[in-house]
């Protein structure tokens, strides 16, 4: 606790209490995590288990925000998504690049692949270009911690997101929403509009639902020398989705999707933390940092420009044995994004990266139970046929690589997945109050591509072949499983202990070396262990979650920065032996029938036990990336009937430790970590809502406390770049049904 002290939380969250008292609730929170503030909790379902269950019978950490919260809270983006829950964090930078970390699995931003899944319904999404627009039209995101490898199976080593879109009505609906604000920085400005129309299209048998949203924001990071920007949005998102009631026990969900952002592109050098500028050429000048964290340089507009297609068929059969489910989805995605090397107004160099590919996957899936037993079993197939991914580094003359006269840096890494499974878990009742559930999955990874790197002169010639075009694959194997046991205190208490295991398929080192290029990185391990209660008190008015974990990680994915040929590149190593382990608390209380107060908050300890950094130098006890000690959100909601309409107030604390970013070595084999400050959020939001109407209005970060959602290490010791959050952020809102 010394650590939550040292920051002042505890003081800064009495004095938050203080102005909801003093305000009349002007500073009260959103209905975050176990959906506070729903109208009757029994009718909160999720599918964390490939089926349909209240989400307090779940025996696991598990959070479900509900379209309404979503809307409450004016999240436009999955990281909006990721602080309304504690011992989560979700970092994008535009394009692919997005990392989330979960108790103890984290990376270098940018490399890899993430160790929590994110599905959209039931769909695994390898590709960032999927999460480029935000939860549009949703009836709800879950998040689920701890391995869920045995059900979910892709990259689920440290947990899931699972979003499930809005199903087409038996009713006419239709919904417009616009919304306008801006931040306090730079003259920013953001808006948004979306609509949607639902009905039956045949009385009975076939209904649809289409989604047409645009989500817009300039970007809070900005040069006021050039006017370039970064960290905003650009997106459109197009859904049609057809419900077919072909039969009493037959139904088809059939689903197309399209989705494209335009994001203005722009990295922040840190400021205080160096003086080199990345790959200049000798006595260029140190670089400038700006006063504020929102302010950065750049000599041109960078960009993540992203486009995705994306079709689904979820038909499910009825029949004696169960529930038969044949998931099929097909997907396009394209990506091109341009970075600014150096984060500096000299001309020292500009990153360009294509990435081209589809994706084809099926699921074959049995649900059903009869007496005491019940049972679920499938197969899964996934194609990720990546076309491209090349990547082009033009130099400036005031690189040290032009002054060399190389004037191009041209790589080409593409890399396909084919990844086959087959799963089956079966619970049984021993009595009725205790069940024992026990799953397997096992599953072969099958990677390939080939790599290439040339260093090319000022004309576009070829200058060096410093890694002739090389072929290179692996295949993966790995069983994993899970055991749950179950005890039900009562109808409204319920005791859980799981034990299970999970994995992510290991890939190839970086581009390096035609020898190092052939060398395939280990696959990930996880044997975590959890126990929990999950408990509602006095009619329902207090909820009370807490859980206890432990995971244990064997070859843990690291990603390092190293120089190749004079450039800096990427490489991934295997940490042998990781732990994390900790409490996940979640307690909501209704204090009065319109007074609700929440808290949702995590203590994880998490660290590198062994890691062979480099030769001869080997790490202990090192924090891996965003995994801080304490974090959380807390507040209150308050709703009261006003007039022919309700009046909601809402507000919250979200909190973080200190954390570490990333690690990184000099010459000398000395260990760098890149810290980010602990930092609190405060919040608010105000909505009313009469008749077929709803305005509303939120303030984020209200203090515009500077913090900073990840940092990378681009020159150990000298020059790092970073992600800053949102500044005080706000926007008002209009929503009609008719």
């Known amino acids: 606790m010394s650590d939550i002290r040292q920051f002042g939380l505890w003081q800064k969250l ?63 983006k ?50 960032g270009t999927q999460l480029g627009v935000g939860p549009v039209d949703v009836a709800r995101v879950e998040f689920l911690k701890g391995p869920q490898s045995t059900l979910f199976g892709k990259n689920t080593i440290a947990g899931a997101i699972n979003i499930i879109t809005a199903d087409p009505t038996w009713e006419n609906y239709n919904e417009i929403e616009a919304g306008y604000g801006g931040s306090s920085e730079n003259g920013e400005n ?48 197009i859904r ?47 670089p400038i940092f700006p006063a504020s964290i929102w302010e950065s340089y750049s000599n041109f507009q960078g960009f993540a420009r992203s486009r995705s297609a994306s079709f689904t068929s979820d038909l499910s059969v009825e029949t004696f044995i169960g529930t038969i489910t044949a998931l099929t989805n097909y997907q396009v995605n394209r990506q091109y994004f341009a970075t600014d090397t150096d984060t500096t107004r000299y001309q020292v160099g500009a990153s360009r990266v294509l990435d081209d590919g589809n994706t084809f996957s099926q699921e074959l899936r049995l649900v059903g139970s009869s007496g005491r037993i019940s049972w679920l079993g499938g197969l899964f197939y996934f194609r990720d046929d990546v076309k491209t991914t090349h990547q082009t580094v033009t130099f400036g003359p005031d690189s040290a690589n032009y002054a060399g006269g190389v004037g191009f840096q041209d790589v080409n890494f593409p890399v ?70 179950t005890y039900r205190l009562n109808d409204s208490a319920l005791l859980y202990a799981s034990y299970s295991t999970g994995n992510k398929a290991g890939g190839f080192a970086g581009v390096a070396s035609p020898t190092t290029v052939q060398i395939p990185f280990d696959e990930a391990e996880v044997a975590a262990t959890e126990i929990g209660i999950k408990s509602d ?63 949702s908050y995590t203590y994880l300890h998490a660290r590198i ?35 022919d309409g309700e009046l909601r107030l809402n507000g919250n604390v979200a909190f973080k430790s200190k954390y570490n970013n990333d690690i990184g070595r000099s010459a000398a084999g000395v260990v760098l970590l890149a810290p980010t400050p602990a930092y609190e959020l405060f919040n608010a939001q105000i909505s009313y809502a009469w008749d077929d109407y709803e305005i509303s209005a939120y303030v984020k970060n209200i203090t515009n406390e500077e913090y900073y959602v990840a940092q990378v290490i681009a020159i150990p010791g000298s020059f790092y770049y970073g992600s800053p959050g949102e500044p005080r952020t706000f926007e008002v809102t209009l929503k009609a049904r008719f």
Request: hydrophobic content about 40%; cysteine-free; overall charge negative.
């Open 240 to 286: 049609g989705k057809l419900l077919f009631h072909l039969a009493d026990n037959v139904n088809w969900r059939v689903s197309a999707s399209y989705r494209k952002d335009n994001a203005p592109r722009m990295e922040a050098a840190v400021p205080g933390s160096g003086t080199t500028v990345l790959q200049a050429r000798p006595g260029i000048p140190a």
């Open 78 to 127: 999955l990281s909006d998504l990721s602080a309304m829950t504690s011992g989560l964090s979700y970092v994008g930078l535009g394009g692919s690049q997005t990392l989330i970390s979960v108790r103890g699995d984290s990376n270098k931003i940018g490399s890899g692949e993430t160790g929590t899944g994110v599905f959209i319904d039931g769909i695994f999404v390898s590709r």
């Open 416 to 485: 396909s997945t084919t990844t086959k499974s087959v799963f089956a878990q079966i619970g049984y009742d021993v009595t009725e109050d205790f069940n024992i559930t026990a799953g397997l999955r096992y599953s072969e990874d099958e990677k390939s591509g080939y790599v290439r790197l040339a260093l090319l002169n000022l004309t576009g010639g070829l200058f060096r072949e410093v890694v002739p075009a090389t072929n290179r694959s692996a295949t993966f194997r790995s069983t994993t499983g899970s055991i749950t046991a």
């Open 190 to 237: 953001l808006w948004h509009a979306q609509f949607i129309a639902s009905g039956p299209i045949v009385a009975d048998k076939i209904a649809g639902r289409i989604t047409i949203a645009h989500q817009q924001r300039d970007g809070y990071l900005y040069d006021s020398g050039t006017g370039v920007r970064g960290l905003g949005y650009d997106a459109t998102y």
């Open 609 to 643: 036990d062994e890691y062979l950094f480099a030769p001869g130098v080997v790490l202990t006890d090192i924090t891996p990336a965003r995994n801080p000690d304490h974090s959380g959100v807390v507040g209150l909601t308050y709703t009261t009937a006003l007039g």
């Open 537 to 599: 008190w006095f009619d329902k008015r207090l909820r009370v979650n807490l859980s206890i974990f432990n995971n244990d990680y064997d070859n843990l994915q690291l990603a390092q920065a190293v120089p190749i040929a004079g450039v800096v590149q990427t490489i991934t190593q295997n940490a042998a032996k990781a732990r994390a382990y900790g409490a996940d608390l979640e307690v909501r209380a209704f204090i009065t029938p319109e007074l609700e107060f929440n808290l």
């Open 14 to 76: 009495l004095g938050g209490v203080s102005v909801f008292g003093m305000a009349g609730a002007l500073l009260l929170a959103p209905a975050y995590a176990q959906a506070a503030g729903a109208a009757d909790d029994e009718e909160i379902i999720v599918t964390a288990r490939k089926k349909e269950e209240r989400l307090q019978d779940v025996p696991a950490t598990i959070a479900a925000v509900t379209a309404d919260q979503i809307s409450n809270a004016g999240a436009r």
